[in-house]
Every structure is written in C-alpha cells, then in structure tokens.
C-alpha cells in the first residue's frame, strides 16, 4: 500500500519538475522539496524491491540464484560489501566494481553470456541498476571503506586520478573542468568539487540515485558515462577500466562518509 | 667532498625514478583509455579521445603549468589565430545572443547522441553570467555583464575579445574555457558575432 502512494506521489511531482526545471532557481528549491516529501519513500525503493527479487530468483541458463555471489566479503555476503568496492579479486584477476561483479556472478552462478548480461544496462529500470540498488541498500548506514591499500587497487585509485585531469575533446573538458573548484556551477547545476574529500563523501555516499529530470535510477557507471558524454567523447564501455579507475578514486576520496543511499537528485 | 656527491647522486636518482614512475603510471592511464572505448568508431576514437599536446600538457600539470610549459602552451595557441574573411571581428550580437545560450551539439555515443545536424553552440552561460537578466547562467568563469561597458570597442578591445573565444589558451594557459575556434567548434563568423554580444553596446550584456 505505501508503495502505490509513493509511486503516485512521485507521478505528481515530477509533472510539476519538469516545468520547474532549467527555468529558475525554483529548481533548485524543487530538488529539497522533492527530498522532504520523498524522506519516507524514495522511488528507488521500488528498484531495490527488485533487485531483491531478483537476486533470489533462478534465472539464466543455469536456473541459479545470485544468492552465492561473492562481492568481495565471501559468497552471499551482501551486507556492507558496495562501502567497500571497487576492489581487487584473484578469481578475475581485476579490480571491480559492483556492476562488473554483479556481471561476473550472473556469468560464472547463472551462465549469461557477459554481452547478454550487460545488455541495456542503461535502459530505465534495467535488471543491473535493479540489482546494484539493491546491493548498495545493504550498506546503508555504514562508512565508505574502500582506501585502495592492496597494490593493484593503488594502482587503479592513481590512474583514476590521472583521467581526472586528462583533457581530451573539442571542448578540452577534463573532470577537473567542473569538478575541481568550490561552489561551482554549470548553469544553475551544482558541481560537486572531488578534490575535497568533504565534498567527494557528500556526492558518494548518495548513489545511486533516484533522479527525478530521469524518472529514473542511476548507478555510479551511469553517471560517470554521461559526464563523460558530456565532455562529447564516445560512450565509455560499461565495466571498462577507465570507469573503474575513476570510481575506485571517488571512493578513495570519499572514504569514511557514511552511505545513504538511494539518493535523490535533479 | 665525496659524501656531499653521493648525495646528490642519491638525490639525481630518486627524481629520476620518481619521474620514471610518474611516466609509467601516464602510460598505463593512457593503455587503460584505450581499452576502455571499444564501442566507438575508430575515427571518433581517435579525434576525440586523443590529446593534442596543449591538452596533453595541460592534463600533466593539473591545469597549473610551470613559467616555460605555460610559454610553450601559449606559443603553441597564438599560432592557431584565424580571423573571418571579411576582417570583420565584430559581427551581429543577436547572433551570438542565441549562440551564447546553445548547449546542445557534439554529443556522440550510443545512448544519448544528439540528432545528427544538432547545431553546436557556444554554451556561454553554462559558465558566464552575460546579459544580466538571464538568471540561469553559471559560475565556472568570471562574470562577463557590463563587459563592453568596461572594456569599449577599441581595436584592441575587439582583436583581444576575438582572440579570447576563438582560443582563450592564448591568454591564460590551461584555462578551463574551451577553445572554441582552434577546436573547429565555432567559426570564425560566429565568434565574431559572440565578440559583438559581448562589445556591442546595444547588446543585452551591456544594458
């Protein structure tokens, strides 16, 4: 029954988002009000319901459940293991973030194809943003962990920060564009400054996210792919290292903020 | 004697492995972008993801580059300044007020690419505050409103202003503001008309 209620409210809200975005400062004032009204029922909350289900449910050509998946504390252990991704794992020999784990385990549990298992990730609703909703709700509360200490995730926390400041493209953008300075902004949007560990934890600790000019939830990749769209370079490939390094140096800067997600966002 | 240049030796060697190591870590970054875009085409792959060797430089020192690679940055961006046919560096600035507010353009990709025949625009405003009655305008650069108030239409004032948009590097080394005409992005007309909506004093920017 809350959730019928959540879900019309959320209808009602974002016909009037859509008129209040990218006309005023009433946008911004928009994004708080949909926050307060929302406080007891996020939208995501119906994504994570279904990440839940799906995670229990035999699928695939094995007819397996996910419930064996190892995201890094051992297989099945849901709990608190998003605040500690990306990381390292020897069965791969990579370090991954959720997204690609998620991926590893609907090939090596369930027997996908990756290409069938990636397929329209970014596709509203898809299975992936179900399922890494509902692995990130189980470390809500919990500090972000993810120092990078082992060599090989220092490594890709160091390489992430060189792509930070890499500038490529007919617009020479580069992260540090839009996110290396205090209270900034791109039109009326706020850029969260990455360089500040204060700032990096505020942003971090609230993916994904419910965004409300989507009608949609976002994961991490998502979000790192359009910025990166935005600078009007190609589509990085979803589970790529570039995206991985990136991430693994957010979560490194954003270490010790305590996650409560889903979030809720333009 | 001996003790003092071994020293430095000791000294020579640690930068020289610290550059070594920061050499190394730019070429797995960059290995890690090349098998990062396996999707695009192999044209776009190559024009927008590869560096030119301002953007190259500029990525190696944060945005912050010392006294000669800034002299170089600058060498190297002078030599990009094309003018309009017509000499003309002062164009229509109602053209470059809807230039200004155009956001849109050169998203390429699979999930979200514009429509082809998309025009590109300036985007001014996702940095600047220009005419002051537009609201939405952001803060990445400085205010630009009552600009051809303070700075006129002299020569120099003009050539200046062109110069600016057209490859704001040749002022301010590794800034943030893109550069719109070495870049191919606008042409030299429409950053004539953007000098216009900056200069003009009927301009909006100006009243």
């Excluded at chain 1, 992430?160 to 900034?184: I, K, M, N, W, Y």
């Excluded at chain 2, 191919?184 to 100006?206: C, Q, R």
Aim: aromatic fraction near 6%; proline fraction near 6%; glycine fraction near 8%.
């Amino acid at each position: 029954m809350k959730r019928v209620v959540i879900v019309g409210l959320a209808a009602a809200l974002l016909g009037v988002g859509a008129i209040a975005i990218g006309q005023d400062n009433a946008a911004l004032e928009g994004i708080a009000k949909y926050r307060e009204m929302l406080k007891d029922g996020n939208p995501a909350d119906l994504m994570e319901l279904r990440g839940a289900a799906l995670w229990t449910t035999p699928r695939g050509p094995r007819h397996a459940t996910l419930e064996a998946c190892d995201l890094g504390l051992g297989p099945g252990v849901v709990d608190g293991a998003y605040a500690r991704l990306p990381r390292w794992f020897d069965d791969t020999g990579r370090v991954q973030d959720v997204e690609s784990r998620l991926v590893t385990c609907m090939v090596t549990l369930q027997g996908f194809r990756a290409e069938d298992a990636m397929r329209d990730w970014y596709r509203p609703a898809s299975d992936l943003e179900a399922l890494v909703t509902y692995v990130a709700v189980q470390s809500q509360g919990q500090p972000i962990d993810a120092p990078a200490t082992h060599p090989r995730e220092a490594e890709m926390a160091a390489i992430g920060e060189v792509l930070f400041f890499r500038r490529a493209g007919p617009l020479d953008f580069s992260c540090a564009t839009c996110h290396s300075q205090r209270d900034r902004r791109i039109r009326l949007q706020e850029l969260p400054d990455f360089l500040d560990p204060a700032e990096a934890r505020a942003s971090i600790t609230t993916w994904p996210a419910y965004r409300v000019s989507q009608s949609n939830v976002w994961t991490m990749e998502r979000r790192l792919i359009d910025c990166i769209r935005q600078m009007r370079a190609p589509d990085a490939d979803f589970g790529s290292d570039a995206i991985i390094a990136l991430e693994t140096w957010l979560q490194k800067q954003a270490t010790g903020g305590v996650l409560s997600s889903p979030g809720i966002k333009r | 004697m001996i003790g003092r240049r071994s020293w430095l030796a000791g000294m020579l060697g640690t930068i020289a492995l610290t550059v070594t190591a920061a050499e190394d870590l730019h070429d797995r970054a960059e290995a890690v972008v090349r098998r990062s875009f396996s999707t695009a085409t192999p044209e776009e792959w190559r024009t927008r993801l590869a560096q030119d060797e301002v953007q190259a430089l500029c990525s190696r020192h944060r945005d912050a580059p010392p006294a000669e690679v800034a002299a170089r940055v600058v060498e190297l961006s002078r030599a990009t300044l094309r003018y309009p046919d017509n000499g003309r560096l002062m164009g229509n600035w109602r053209e470059g007020e809807k230039l200004a507010s155009i956001g849109t353009g050169g998203h390429i990709g699979r999930i979200q690419p514009d429509r082809p025949g998309t025009r590109k625009g300036g985007n001014c405003y996702a940095c600047h505050v220009l005419a002051p009655k537009e609201m939405a305008a952001g803060n990445l650069g400085p205010s630009l409103a009552g600009y051809g108030k303070i700075h006129g239409t002299s020569e120099d004032a003009v050539r200046f202003t062109y110069q600016k948009i057209f490859n704001a590097q040749a002022w301010f080394p590794c800034t943030h503001m893109p550069r719109f005409g070495a870049n191919g992005w606008l042409t030299p007309d429409e950053i004539a008309d953007a000098v216009a909506f900056l200069l003009d004093p009927e301009s909006p920017v100006n009243r």
